[in-house]
């Protein structure tokens, strides 16, 4: 199982670097990966299991946060009878909407392990297009908070953290033209 201290911090250089496309067949190593990825982000959304094993709550997380330099994401959200997990290998936002968001309750993110004044300017709706874990192409339309996750995700593939796109000088800047969610 991973644990928090696998997680890089944003002290670490690796996360600044752009990940490397993925090619298929995957080897085992990723598939390993992805499927604790996904294991540690539905556990940390669960409240006894992210006690229990001391996690921090995450909706998704990139390869290189836990040191891989590949073009993968995993994100886990929550619905009425579970979790919706999305594995998409080699993503690419291909259309996004005009109008834009923000977490009005501030963006998260597992490797920043501080408070983040401000806000981070979203498409409210994407779509993604990758490869599952069997080298299918996918698609996926997302809104809202999905939306939100995937841009963060693909962010971290290209080297960039959510605190980067908060203006230091003016952290709420222009928060009057987008909606907050």
Same mark, same amino acid.
């Not at 009005?104 to 709706?125: H, K, M, Q, T």
């Not at 192409?137 to 908060?166: C, T, W």
């Given at each position: 199982?991973?644990?928090?201290?696998?997680?890089?911090?944003?002290?670490?250089?690796?996360?600044? #670097?752009?990940?490397?496309?993925?090619?298929?067949?995957?080897t085992k190593e990723d598939k390993k990966?992805?499927?604790?990825?996904?294991?540690?982000?539905?556990?940390?959304?669960?409240? /006894?299991?992210?006690?229990?094993? +001391?996690?921090?709550?995450?909706?998704g997380m990139a390869a290189i946060q836990?040191? &891989?330099?590949?073009?993968? %994401?995993?994100?886990?959200?929550? &619905?009425?009878?579970?979790?919706?997990?999305?594995?998409?290998?080699?993503?690419?936002?291909?259309?996004?909407?005009?109008?834009? %968001?923000?977490?009005?309750?501030?963006?998260?993110? #597992?490797? &920043? +392990?501080?408070?983040c004044e401000g806000i981070v300017p979203?498409?409210?709706?994407?779509?993604? /297009?990758?490869?599952?874990?069997?080298?299918?192409? %996918?698609?996926?339309?997302?809104?809202?908070?999905?939306?939100?996750?995937?841009?963060?995700? %693909?962010?971290?593939?290209?080297?960039?953290?959510?605190?980067?796109?908060?203006?230091?000088?003016?952290?709420?800047?222009?928060?009057?033209?987008?909606?907050?969610?």
């Amino acid at each position: 199982m991973l644990k928090m201290k696998d997680i890089l911090d944003e002290k670490d250089k690796r996360l600044r #670097l752009i990940s490397e496309e993925v090619t298929f067949p995957l080897t085992k190593e990723d598939k390993k990966n992805m499927k604790l990825m996904e294991e540690y982000l539905v556990n940390s959304q669960i409240e /006894e299991m992210a006690e229990k094993y +001391n996690l921090r709550p995450g909706m998704g997380m990139a390869a290189i946060q836990i040191g &891989v330099p590949k073009r993968y %994401i995993v994100i886990v959200q929550e &619905v009425e009878d579970g979790f919706d997990s999305y594995i998409v290998i080699n993503p690419k936002i291909v259309s996004n909407s005009t109008e834009m %968001i923000y977490v009005e309750d501030g963006e998260g993110c #597992l490797s &920043v +392990n501080r408070e983040c004044e401000g806000i981070v300017p979203r498409y409210a709706r994407v779509t993604v /297009e990758g490869y599952d874990m069997d080298g299918n192409k %996918i698609k996926v339309r997302a809104r809202e908070e999905l939306a939100i996750a995937f841009q963060h995700e %693909i962010d971290h593939l290209n080297g960039i953290l959510f605190v980067d796109k908060i203006d230091p000088k003016n952290p709420y800047k222009d928060m009057d033209l987008y909606r907050p969610i």
